[in-house]
């Protein structure tokens, strides 16, 4: 079945350095979505890529999704204490139905 | 309601037990799933959901769960004689047919002792 790997699995960073995770699948995707996941709390929704090679900003955000629709990234720049919790990237399948398949996720911790 | 509800907020129930946990998605939305996460690991698919579609039950674990979705709405997940595997945080979720994200309900966390 489809498989959808994050790395790294942990990040830690310092405040101010920038951060990033990279999402890879098994299968091509009809789109892409990434979660945040606060400690102790339920992911939440941050945005959907849908074109090859899409690339949006929120703020300090960059999100790219890849040329083939197989990977994609989550870029943080310089990271703020609010940064913190695991984020993950979740996938649709070209010729599946609505579900997503997420990614194993990657913990984002800062150091003040 | 505004967002998705999910009762009760923790179970604690014995093993061998039976237990239903319950999801409200939001108003509106024809799509449910559900998920189940257990401690610091990812989201593992259960079941899903699609207005009066059969369900996808392709990711239960066992013939222990089960689920069924009431009126296309309030959603009842039930475990049978549970298992302490069983424990984790089960979360629930919502969307619009064909369109955006999901909006998680806050989840029930299992313990089975």
């Known amino acids: 079945g489809q498989q959808v790997m994050q790395i790294p699995q942990y990040q830690h960073v310092q405040e101010g350095e920038d951060f990033t995770t990279y999402c890879n699948s098994s299968t091509t995707l009809s789109n892409i979505q990434w979660y945040k996941q606060r400690p102790g709390g339920h992911p939440v929704f941050l945005i959907q890529l849908v074109k090859s090679g899409e690339v949006k900003k929120q703020k300090r955000l960059t999100f790219q999704f890849g040329e083939a629709k197989k990977n994609s990234s989550l870029h943080i720049t310089a990271t703020q204490t609010t940064d913190v919790g695991t984020y993950f990237c979740?996938?649709?399948?070209?010729?599946?139905?609505?579900?997503?398949?997420f990614g194993t996720g990657t913990r984002l911790t800062i150091i003040p | 309601g505004a967002g998705v509800s999910q009762s009760p907020s923790n179970k604690v129930t014995e093993k061998g037990k039976d237990v239903e946990l319950r999801c409200d998605p939001i108003s509106g939305h024809t799509a449910l799933y559900w998920y189940r996460q257990s401690l610091g690991q990812g989201l593992e698919f259960l079941i899903y959901?699609?207005?009066?579609?059969?369900?996808?039950k392709s990711g239960l674990p066992s013939d222990r769960f089960s689920a069924e979705r009431t009126g296309g709405s309030v959603s009842t997940l039930t475990i049978q004689r549970t298992q302490q595997e069983d424990s984790a945080v089960y979360l629930c979720?919502?969307?619009?047919?064909?369109?955006?994200?999901?909006?998680f309900g806050s989840g029930t966390r299992l313990t089975v002792v």
């Open positions: 979720a919502s969307s619009e047919q064909g369109a955006g994200g999901y909006t």
């Open positions: 979740a996938g649709r399948s070209n010729f599946g139905n609505e579900k997503l398949t």
């Open positions: 959901f699609q207005g009066n579609s059969a369900p996808d």
